[in-house]
């Protein structure tokens, strides 16, 4: 079978969109299960935007990209020679590097933003890809807004930067502005305009989400010829976001019959990779979102329940292991050993051993005692928080609060930091307040809570939950994640997370320049 190649953008564009930014260590994180998950490319980030962006950029390449079998390490750079050298700063420590350049070629583009002439801006596209060439022979060139573009015009700057040494060409729907039709009939065009260029380059697509068509833009463009697809995990990024890798993966592998092309992506990585992202993120999915959302294999209505039990195909057109999503509940407590958990772990995808099995262990033990039953959710919950902590400053040894109405809220907390233990009271608006003020009373330094977001990870009252939080410690904006059964717990363990990532680091985010 012919085979896409999955050009993964989450740390980049992706990451991009409000609410998504990270940090070099969750973009590490990130890295290592894309990785996993097996995509051909990983865009790491746009080096020239931000010093943090080239560290992280660099980091991917150095910790991920020198792996045997690792993916091609990519970085985005505009047309502008400076640019470029700084991305290939990041990304030559990679085994398979890529330099990824833009210029846009819509006429509104240029007039408004660019303000050049189609004359400069071809120039310039020439010239950065033979300055890119120089570097490495992996070389992209997008076109940016090329569904608002000139198609002759476009064609003309496609027909010299491949004359200049790109072999991959990218074309996006930068503002989701194309409908399926048209989109295929666009990639069918530029493939005979280029036609004495057949062999020399891979034809690439990256669809954007605004009028929800970036999936079936790419599917179209699949089946016109392109044999490269821009997605991102859970279709994250600018504006309405992206197209969906997990989707447009499972369609090509559901729909085999229709597009007969595959991908290398290991699905069964695919619900572990979305969860992990949510987790860094803090921003949840839907549960109607197609393939990893809560209920792309519920059944609720009773003829579909009846359908399942008889036969899941009646229903279902994949199965839910098939990426690597528990099929059913498996009850784990307090009497199940390590051996258990660490068995059961590995078929979720967690392969641990050694220090993070004992955590892992500990914080099972620990749920377990609060718990009847232990899901496979709640396992995901905990050992997903106990892997995406920064190293520990500073740890909860214990927490008590008072709240209810007619009652000032007021907590006691003790933590602990290089052996010695350290308690503070607080008071607040309400417990978790109180919490963060004791907290701040033994550490010294005060954060505002600039965001706090709680979900529940499976249902009961007894269910875990999970907090995100982003707080602002004078200027220096973090973020933090946390879980237990108890909400105040959770708040707590999120706050103390972005905390000790302030200690470890520290850093704000600085505003990215928008790419194709």
């Not at 390490?73 to 502008?80: A, E, H, K, T």
């Not at 930068?174 to 036609?195: N, S």
């Not at 994949?318 to 958990?341: F, T, Y």
């Not at 010294?444 to 875990?464: E, N, P, Q, S």
Request: aromatic share 6%; proline share 3%; net charge negative.
């Amino acid at each position: 079978m012919d085979r896409v190649v999955i050009f993964d953008t989450t740390l980049r564009d992706g990451e991009q969109a409000p609410g998504f930014s990270m940090n070099t260590m969750e973009k590490l994180e990130m890295a290592r299960q894309l990785a996993r998950l097996n995509v051909d490319v990983i865009e790491a980030g746009f080096p020239i935007s931000s010093d943090e962006d080239f560290e992280a950029t660099r980091e991917v390449a150095r910790q991920v990209g020198t792996l045997e079998g690792a993916p091609v390490i990519c970085g985005l750079s505009r047309v502008g020679l400076g640019d470029i050298d700084r991305c290939w700063e990041a990304v030559k420590y990679a085994r398979r590097a890529r330099i990824h350049t833009f210029v846009a070629t819509s006429d509104i583009h240029l007039k408004y933003k660019l303000r050049k002439s189609r004359a400069e801006v071809l120039k310039a596209a020439e010239e950065a890809v033979r300055h890119a060439r120089a570097y490495c022979e992996d070389v992209e060139f997008s076109p940016e807004d090329a569904s608002r573009s000139d198609f002759d015009y476009m064609c003309d700057v496609l027909d010299a930067v491949i004359g200049a040494g790109a072999r991959t060409i990218n074309i996006p729907d930068t503002v989701g502005y194309a409908i399926p039709r048209e989109w295929g009939e666009r990639i069918a065009r530029i493939q005979e305009r280029l036609a004495r260029h057949a062999g020399r380059y891979v034809l690439s697509v990256h669809c954007h989400n605004d009028l929800g068509q970036a999936v079936a833009n790419s599917l179209s463009a699949i089946v016109q010829g392109a044999r490269q697809v821009e997605c991102t995990i859970n279709g994250i990024g600018e504006r309405a976001g992206n197209a969906s890798l997990e989707e447009i993966v499972m369609a090509l592998r559901t729909r085999k019959d229709l597009f007969g092309v595959d991908t290398r992506v290991r699905s069964e990585e695919i619900f572990r990779t979305s969860r992990l992202l949510s987790h860094i993120t803090g921003v949840h999915v839907q549960p109607n979102k197609a393939i990893v959302g809560e209920n792309a294999f519920a059944h609720e209505a009773g003829i579909h329940q009846d359908g399942v039990l008889k036969e899941k195909l009646t229903y279902e057109i994949m199965r839910p292991e098939d990426i690597g999503r528990p099929s059913n509940k498996l009850v784990l407590g307090k009497h199940s050993g390590r051996h258990a958990l660490a068995a059961r772990l590995k078929d979720l995808g967690f392969d641990l051993a050694g220090p993070d099995l004992d955590r892992a262990f500990k914080a099972f033990k620990d749920l377990a005692d609060r718990k009847k039953e232990v899901y496979d959710e709640d396992l995901m919950a905990i050992v997903t928080d106990e892997v995406t902590q920064a190293e520990a400053a500073y740890e909860l040894e214990y927490l008590h609060f008072i709240s209810g109405t007619g009652v000032v809220p007021s907590a006691t907390v003790k933590l602990r930091r290089d052996g010695a233990s350290f308690q503070e009271s607080g008071v607040g608006d309400g417990p978790v307040d109180a919490v963060l003020a004791a907290i701040d009373a033994i550490t010294g330094v005060k954060g505002r809570l600039l965001d706090f977001a709680l979900r529940a990870a499976t249902g009961g009252k007894d269910a875990i939950g999970e907090v995100a939080v982003k707080v602002d410690f004078d200027g220096t904006v973090v973020s933090g994640k946390g879980a237990s059964t108890d909400v105040i717990e959770a708040s707590a363990r999120a706050y103390l997370s972005a905390l000790n990532r302030l200690v470890r680091q520290g850093g704000q985010r600085v505003s990215k320049e928008v790419g194709p």
